[in-house]
């Protein structure tokens, strides 16, 4: 039976797990949309997961990560759960040698992440405005008729990009527009946008911060050819893009499930069986002081099987002495 660790990264707009041996060898990954439901889409990657591996595995470590980091650790029983700046950090330094600056775009937001001698040491994050985010690339594409798949290879082929308003998301699209009517070629105003895109990113996330080599690109959009282009031009250095950029906080998560593991912690996970189990979401407001908490159950199959969001500590306590006397 072979040792693995799993990694979960749970995004508004994608779910990805990782399933890593203990020489740090990825067995199986999978990146699925959440689509506003990030409980069954951790039990639909689960079930693609256990199903990509053929061998007998023991999961001996579980950690999760992104916005939705402590539903997916209430779910299948977490052994770690960190902010996605440390998850992605870590992965950096395990896979790519003397990594100084990570350029970070997912679906839901961006990053930037400095690193020196392997540790960080700054960070920013924009969770505000959409223009920077793959969502709106998505969105972009869609509306031109274009496969996202296609957009950062035409990005490519343009010979003379036009200057697209990137500081907002509906200025970036207006302009857009209005370039498309002027009569600009569609690999011109691509280009442009993702100039606009990098300069956005640039001049809000990395304003004031030295920016050295070498440098990652991760997250979702690192597969755009067009913007790694923007990045490198803007920057004046070489752009390195990991194997598994889509899926490096899952991989973070599951060096720190390893590391969890290694001082000989048992793992919490609740097992492969939780994909066949039904779930629900309810909110509380509990009106036992002026804090008003909204307390957050998690049930399964219709036990309780968490709480939490309240201050004192009342609901969960109560959550604790129920599976103790159970026990």
Not at 11 to 19: C, D, P
Not at 39 to 58: C, G, H, M, P, Y
């Amino acid at each position: 039976m072979k040792n693995c660790y799993l990694g979960i990264d749970v995004g508004s707009v994608s779910t990805n797990i990782v399933l890593m041996d203990e020489n740090k060898e990825i067995m199986g990954k999978v990146y699925t949309r959440t689509s506003g439901k990030p409980i069954d889409a951790v039990q639909r990657a689960l079930k693609e997961i256990k199903s990509q591996v053929t061998e007998d595995i023991n999961v001996k470590g579980v950690g999760t990560t992104g916005s939705g980091r402590h539903l997916a650790s209430m779910i299948v029983g977490a052994d770690v759960v960190k902010n996605e700046i440390t998850a992605h950090g870590i992965a950096a330094l395990n896979f790519v040698d003397g990594v100084r600056t990570i350029l970070e775009i997912g679906g839901q937001d961006s990053k930037i992440i400095l690193l020196r001698d392997g540790i960080i040491s700054d960070f920013a994050m924009n969770t505000v405005c959409a223009a920077g985010t793959g969502s709106f690339l998505d969105r972009q594409a869609a509306r031109m008729g274009i496969d996202i798949k296609d957009f950062g290879g035409l990005a490519l082929q343009s010979t003379n990009p036009v200057r697209i308003a990137g500081r907002c998301a509906v200025f970036a699209e207006t302009d857009m527009i209005h370039k498309q009517q002027l009569g600009h070629n569609q690999e011109d105003i691509i280009k442009g946008l993702s100039d606009a895109m990098v300069r956005n990113f640039l001049n809000n996330l990395a304003k004031g911060k030295e920016i050295v080599g070498p440098v990652v690109f991760q997250g979702g959009v690192a597969a755009n050819v067009g913007i790694k282009k923007s990045f490198e031009e803007a920057l004046g250095l070489e752009v390195l893009v990991p194997p598994h950029y889509d899926v490096m906080g899952s991989i973070g998560c599951c060096l720190l499930a390893q590391e969890h593991s290694a001082k000989g912690n048992k793992t919490s996970f609740q097992g492969f069986d939780i994909i066949n189990s039904g779930y629900n979401v309810k909110g509380i407001e509990c009106a036992d002081c002026s804090n008003m908490c909204e307390v957050i159950e998690i049930l399964r199959d219709g036990q309780i099987m968490a709480r939490w969001g309240d201050k004192c500590g009342k609901w969960n306590d109560l959550i604790k002495s129920d599976i103790e006397k159970l026990a």
